[in-house]
């Protein structure tokens, strides 16, 4: 792998993205009381909590959040989350994560909403790499990026990285 990294976002685009997700997310389910935004560990899920405060922030809504916790690389489904299901039970649910590239962690993610009756379930990610392996994709993003396989995105996140945030072509 190279070692040139390329800036692909820097800290007050992605905080501009994120404003643009939230109120695309709010357009798009302006008749819900209530959504639930459900993080993908671990960057996944602190840009759920930035989702949650923005929303929170331009709306009256419920914003409900779950964390996922999964293995990413495991070729089976073992995931588990922070708090019951069923709270997603006949609402809408917005499965984010930080980066889609095959789309197994978001199929993953479906995966654990299987047996919950949903209103519906919508998918938000900060960058959407174009390289999918499963029948995934992103309902609402910050940037799509056409890459080749063997580039890798790297996202940093300041509440999990301690380090200012960004999004790097590696």
Known sequence: MSSKKTLILN??????KSIRIAYQILEDNFEDETLVLVGIADRGYVFAQRLQAILKDISDKEILLIKV????TSRSLSAGTDLPVDMAKDKTIILVDDVLNSGRALAYGLGVFLNV???K???AVLIDRSHHKFPIFSDYYGTKLSTILKEHVTVTLEEFDNE???AWLV
């Open 117 to 119: 009756p949903l209103k």
């Open 69 to 72: 916790t999964m293995k990413k």
């Open 164 to 166: 200012e945030d960004a």
């Open 11 to 16: 800290k007050e685009q992605i905080k501009q």
């Open 121 to 123: 379930m919508r998918t």
